[in-house]
């Protein structure tokens, strides 16, 4: 029986009994990639698969109408707290992505993160999301690279049935384009992604708590090494090759004026 990406995984996931501040997120990469490319401010956002929600909340705090959407009660309940801590106002919706319960032509920008990796069918959420985004909106989609170690370390953890979110794929940079074409929507910008710090350490730090030893989060022991390390990576993720060796890669694209 093939291996899915199932409710009850993410439930699991979510109901752990651990602080949120200890779960590594994405490092605002949505906020700041949108930032570089888009005017959100007034404008309707939507996050498919949002599980705790920050990248909504931190669009708010640019002045955009975020509503975030998720299928485990358990993610919207952190969604709930995260966007409270922020003092931020975030419409919360509990639904199926592949059943997207909005209007069409609702959304100025619809997104997701981390979230269309685990479908093995994708057509009929990405369909739902070109059919809700506004013409001349925008569709980013945020998912793994292929051309990674990160990529094998999963593969090797999903034969072993080790994979916290029961299966995942992955993307080349020109596989997500293609794939967004041929849905009707128009790519016109990439950008690529690498984990800072590194996966080896994260996985580390992982697996150290589970004998009760917590290593910091964002470790800086030599600051003038870590500025130079961090300076390179940039300048790799913003050169031809981020997109095509990153960790992630994200893909805008626009839907047409007419369809």
């Given at each position: 029986?093939?291996?899915?990406?199932?409710?009850?995984?993410w439930?699991?996931f979510?109901?752990?009994?651990?602080?949120?501040?200890?779960?590594?997120?994405?490092?605002?990469?949505?906020?700041?990639?949108?930032?570089?490319?888009?005017?959100l401010?007034?404008?309707?956002?939507l996050?498919?698969?949002?599980?705790?929600?920050?990248?909504?909340v931190?669009?708010?705090?640019?002045?955009?109408?975020p509503?975030?959407?998720?299928?485990?009660?358990?993610?919207?309940?952190?969604?709930k707290?995260?966007?409270?801590?922020?003092?931020?106002?975030?419409?919360?919706?509990?639904?199926?992505a592949n059943?997207?319960?909005?209007?069409?032509?609702?959304?100025?920008?619809v997104?997701?993160?981390?979230?269309?990796?685990?479908?093995r069918?994708?057509?009929?959420?990405t369909?739902?999301?070109?059919?809700?985004?506004?013409?001349?909106?925008?569709?980013?989609?945020?998912?793994p690279?292929?051309c990674?170690v990160?990529?094998a370390?999963?593969?090797i953890?999903?034969a072993?049935?080790?994979?916290?979110?029961?299966w995942?794929?992955?993307?080349t940079?020109?596989?997500?384009?293609?794939?967004?074409?041929?849905?009707?929507?128009?790519?016109?910008?990439?950008?690529g992604k690498?984990?800072?710090?590194?996966?080896?350490?994260?996985?580390?730090?992982?697996?150290?708590?589970?004998?009760?030893?917590?290593?910091?989060?964002r470790p800086?022991?030599?600051?003038?090494v870590?500025?130079?390390?961090?300076?390179?990576?940039?300048?790799?993720?913003?050169?031809w090759?981020?997109p095509?060796?990153?960790?992630?890669?994200?893909?805008?694209a626009r839907?047409?004026?007419?369809?």
């Open positions: 029986m093939a291996r899915s990406s199932e409710r009850s995984h439930d699991k979510w109901e752990r009994e651990r602080d949120l501040s200890e779960i590594y997120d994405n490092d605002d990469r949505i906020r700041i990639e949108v930032r570089k490319r888009l005017d401010k007034g404008k309707i956002t996050e498919v698969g949002a599980a705790t929600a920050r990248d909504s931190a669009l708010a705090e640019d002045g955009a109408l509503v975030a959407l998720d299928y485990s009660h358990a993610a919207l309940k952190l969604a707290e995260a966007a409270l801590a922020k003092n931020e106002t975030l419409l919360l919706v509990c639904g199926d059943e997207l319960p909005f209007k069409e032509n609702t959304f100025d920008l997104f997701h993160q981390g979230v269309m990796e685990h479908f069918n994708t057509d009929p959420m369909d739902e999301c070109v059919r809700i985004t506004k013409p001349g909106g925008n569709l980013l989609v945020d998912v690279q292929t990674h990160y990529t370390i999963k593969k953890m999903i072993l049935n080790a994979w916290f979110a029961g995942e794929t992955q993307y940079e020109k596989q997500l384009c293609n794939y967004l074409s041929e849905h009707g929507v128009e790519p016109w910008s990439v950008y690498y984990f800072a710090p590194s996966l080896a350490y994260r996985m580390t730090r992982e697996i150290l708590m589970k004998v009760k030893i917590t290593l910091p989060m800086v022991i030599i600051p003038p870590h500025r130079l390390r961090t300076k390179i990576r940039q300048a790799v993720e913003q050169s090759l981020g095509k060796t990153a960790v992630v890669i994200g893909v805008f839907k047409p004026e007419k369809m």
